[in-house]
């Protein structure tokens, strides 16, 4: 059975810190490029960070750049986006997305976790 469980979430500060973990099991793990969205109340789903299968490549959406990092222990199954000097408009639930790559796997299913709330209020 494919799962995907965040966890980390939480109200914080503005200006605090936390670190999301994606513990993913049922598939494997290293044949796929990992994802974090996010989606805030009355607006659409976000792409927030990527990371490829070895690690090697990450990208971020504008708005976290600099302040979130995304990272990979494929020795643990695990996904982490740390972040950093957080802000209001942070607040949203985060989602780990699991995309496989079609030289690594013939598996065409994409998979998605449950989300994690993340509050930054004063």
């Known amino acids: 059975q494919v799962q995907l469980v965040e966890s980390g979430g939480g109200l914080v500060q503005p200006g605090g810190s936390l670190r999301l973990s994606c513990a993913a099991s049922?598939?494997?793990?290293?044949?796929?490029?990992m994802r974090w969205h996010r989606q805030a109340p009355g607006k659409e789903r976000e792409l927030v960070a990527s990371?490829?299968?070895?690690?090697?490549?990450?990208n971020y959406a504008d708005v976290v750049r600099g302040r979130f990092t995304i990272s990979r222990d494929n020795g643990k199954n695990t996904l982490y986006l740390h972040m950093d000097a957080l802000k209001p408009e942070d607040t949203a639930v985060y989602y780990c997305?699991?995309?496989?790559?079609?030289?690594?796997?013939?598996?065409?299913?994409?998979?998605w976790g449950q989300g994690t709330q993340v509050t930054v209020s004063s």
């Open positions: 049922g598939f494997s793990f290293r044949r796929y490029n």
């Open positions: 997305n699991a995309v496989p790559v079609p030289v690594l796997t013939p598996k065409k299913d994409v998979y």
């Open positions: 990371i490829t299968t070895t690690g090697n490549n990450k």
